[in-house]
């Protein structure tokens, strides 16, 4: 829900040298640090709007804006501000700063906090340190199907790297199907024709003595799926009364599971305790900002706020899979995700690309990648192991160099996502070399 926004702060500025830390709402939405004539990156396109940042928030043209989290460095030698949400994981204000001359002026449509440091990283740094979560544990090393073969991923895909990374002698894990393996959203244990068996394949991973990982977006259903057509009571409503819209991907409209109604959470929970039963302990559960939009939930939740019932979706999740499975967020509001995961991607996608769709930093490219993954650096080991997104070595792609710098810098999840025959020295030995340096 939000209010009208009313004053928090007014502070002096020195206007050429201040700079201000917006935090986007979810793991794709622009964060970073900006000097106060430049602007923010906003988006360019009402769907990526809706997938990508905060959906129904509209910034005013000239204003930065945090969602939970923003920090102002006033340029003077004054002290660092944050203003925080005062209560993170439940409720996230909008945090607005705009400037007149040297004033700035601070206001949030909801509690906030304020903290004062001597800079910007160790600021939201000591924050985060003082939530007090317990240390994430060590991720493992994975290799994830998604940035060589999309969603036309097959099955023989799969055995083809299991056995390139034998014979490239590569410090691999976990090797993690990601999408394609299923026939639709939300029909997640009905098979694409590209695959035979989940369990089977779960089994060679194993065989080789890998872990099993898989891919599901767990609270998106597609209108064509199965679900959709048999249960329209599992979906969240609009006011309306139609189904609520998560935006469009895929080349289709997005609906939205609601895990508040007792049959829709046990569904979901029996789809993961499956894929745990079938072999698979690494689950990368992606499109997270759909179960917390707005909408009419069942029955008795229908007033049960957004975010409350996000975190009561992944407790099904985990509940489903076990506290040693690991748990990777991706397309996550950051703040609601306190306390949930294991990883969480910090960042847009990468991709074989630098400059994003559009010049919209909130779609995949290198530099939208790296622009926010490097500006949330401070949330790495203190809210959970980052997830720089994966390392692409293929001659293929576009800066690999400045790429592979960039995911070893985070210390934080390392992936490989290439098809592993089609490395030549140098990505073989960078992959290894990224691979090996992980926190094992």
Same mark, same amino acid.
């Given at each position: 829900?939000?209010?009208?926004?009313?004053?928090?702060?007014?502070?002096?500025?020195?206007?050429?040298?201040?700079?201000?830390?917006?935090?986007?709402?979810?793991?794709?939405?622009?964060?970073?640090?900006?000097?106060?004539?430049?602007?923010?990156?906003?988006?360019?396109?009402?769907?990526?709007?809706?997938?990508?940042?905060?959906?129904?928030?509209?910034?005013?043209?000239?204003?930065?804006?945090?969602?939970?989290?923003?920090?102002?460095?006033?340029?003077?030698?004054?002290?660092?501000?944050?203003?925080?949400?005062?209560?993170? $994981? =439940?409720?996230?204000?909008?945090?607005?700063?705009?400037?007149?001359?040297? =004033?700035?002026?601070?206001?949030?449509?909801?509690?906030?906090?304020?903290?004062?440091?001597?800079?910007?990283?160790?600021?939201?740094?000591?924050?985060?340190?003082?939530?007090?979560?317990?240390?994430?544990?060590?991720?493992?090393?994975?290799?994830?199907?998604?940035?060589?073969?999309?969603?036309?991923? @097959?099955?023989?895909?799969?055995?083809?790297?299991?056995?390139?990374?034998?014979?490239?002698?590569?410090?691999?894990?976990?090797?993690?199907?990601?999408?394609?393996?299923?026939?639709?959203?939300?029909?997640?244990?009905?098979?694409?024709?590209?695959?035979?068996?989940?369990?089977?394949? $779960?089994?060679?991973?194993?065989?080789?003595?890998?872990?099993?990982?898989?891919? @599901?977006?767990?609270?998106?259903?597609?209108?064509?799926?199965?679900?959709?057509?048999?249960?329209?009571?599992?979906?969240?409503?609009?006011?309306?009364?139609?189904?609520?819209?998560?935006?469009?991907?895929?080349?289709?409209?997005?609906?939205?599971?609601?895990?508040?109604?007792?049959?829709?959470?046990?569904?979901?929970?029996?789809?993961?305790?499956?894929?745990?039963?079938? &072999?698979?302990?690494?689950?990368?559960?992606?499109?997270?900002?759909?179960?917390?939009?707005?909408?009419?939930? =069942?029955?008795?939740?229908?007033?049960?706020?957004?975010?409350? $019932?996000?975190?009561?979706?992944?407790?099904?999740?985990?509940?489903?899979?076990?506290?040693?499975?690991?748990?990777?967020?991706?397309?996550?509001?950051?703040?609601?995700?306190?306390?949930?995961?294991?990883?969480?991607?910090?960042?847009?996608?990468?991709?074989? =690309?630098?400059?994003?769709?559009? &010049?919209?930093?909130?779609?995949?490219?290198?530099?939208?990648?790296?622009?926010?993954?490097?500006?949330?650096?401070?949330?790495?080991?203190?809210?959970?192991?980052?997830?720089?997104?994966?390392?692409?070595?293929?001659?293929?792609?576009?800066?690999?160099?400045?790429?592979?710098?960039?995911?070893?810098?985070?210390?934080?999840?390392?992936?490989?996502?290439?098809?592993?025959?089609?490395?030549?020295?140098?990505?073989?030995?960078?992959?290894?070399?990224?691979?090996?340096?992980?926190?094992?």
């Amino acid at each position: 829900m939000h209010h009208s926004f009313t004053p928090v702060a007014s502070v002096l500025v020195d206007p050429r040298r201040a700079r201000v830390h917006e935090e986007g709402w979810q793991s794709w939405s622009p964060s970073g640090t900006y000097a106060l004539d430049q602007a923010p990156y906003r988006p360019t396109d009402d769907n990526w709007a809706t997938v990508c940042y905060r959906p129904g928030v509209t910034v005013p043209a000239g204003a930065f804006q945090g969602e939970g989290l923003l920090a102002l460095d006033p340029g003077d030698g004054s002290p660092v501000r944050l203003w925080a949400a005062a209560d993170p $994981a =439940h409720e996230v204000p909008s945090v607005r700063l705009t400037v007149t001359g040297d =004033h700035a002026e601070v206001t949030a449509d909801g509690p906030v906090k304020e903290w004062t440091g001597t800079d910007i990283p160790s600021l939201l740094g000591e924050w985060a340190a003082g939530l007090g979560l317990p240390a994430p544990r060590p991720a493992p090393t994975v290799w994830c199907s998604w940035y060589e073969y999309f969603t036309e991923v @097959t099955e023989d895909d799969i055995h083809e790297n299991l056995r390139a990374m034998d014979t490239l002698d590569l410090p691999i894990d976990v090797v993690q199907i990601d999408d394609g393996y299923q026939r639709a959203l939300g029909d997640w244990l009905t098979l694409s024709g590209r695959f035979r068996s989940r369990e089977a394949i $779960a089994d060679a991973i194993r065989a080789r003595g890998r872990r099993a990982g898989i891919w @599901t977006a767990p609270f998106l259903v597609d209108p064509a799926s199965d679900l959709a057509a048999e249960h329209p009571d599992w979906l969240v409503r609009d006011a309306e009364g139609g189904p609520a819209h998560a935006g469009r991907n895929w080349g289709h409209d997005l609906c939205v599971l609601d895990t508040t109604h007792p049959e829709a959470a046990a569904y979901l929970a029996g789809v993961f305790r499956t894929l745990r039963a079938e &072999g698979y302990d690494y689950f990368k559960v992606d499109f997270l900002y759909a179960g917390a939009l707005e909408g009419v939930r =069942h029955g008795d939740h229908e007033n049960m706020d957004a975010l409350s $019932a996000y975190r009561a979706g992944i407790g099904v999740i985990r509940e489903a899979i076990g506290p040693d499975a690991y748990l990777l967020g991706c397309g996550a509001p950051i703040l609601p995700s306190l306390g949930l995961f294991d990883a969480m991607r910090v960042s847009p996608d990468t991709a074989p =690309h630098r400059r994003p769709e559009a &010049g919209d930093y909130s779609q995949p490219g290198q530099d939208p990648a790296e622009f926010t993954g490097a500006a949330r650096q401070w949330q790495h080991g203190r809210l959970w192991v980052n997830d720089p997104d994966c390392l692409m070595a293929r001659p293929a792609v576009e800066t690999r160099e400045r790429w592979a710098a960039h995911v070893a810098a985070t210390g934080g999840l390392m992936a490989s996502s290439d098809r592993l025959l089609s490395l030549d020295q140098w990505g073989v030995e960078t992959t290894r070399r990224i691979l090996s340096g992980a926190t094992r």
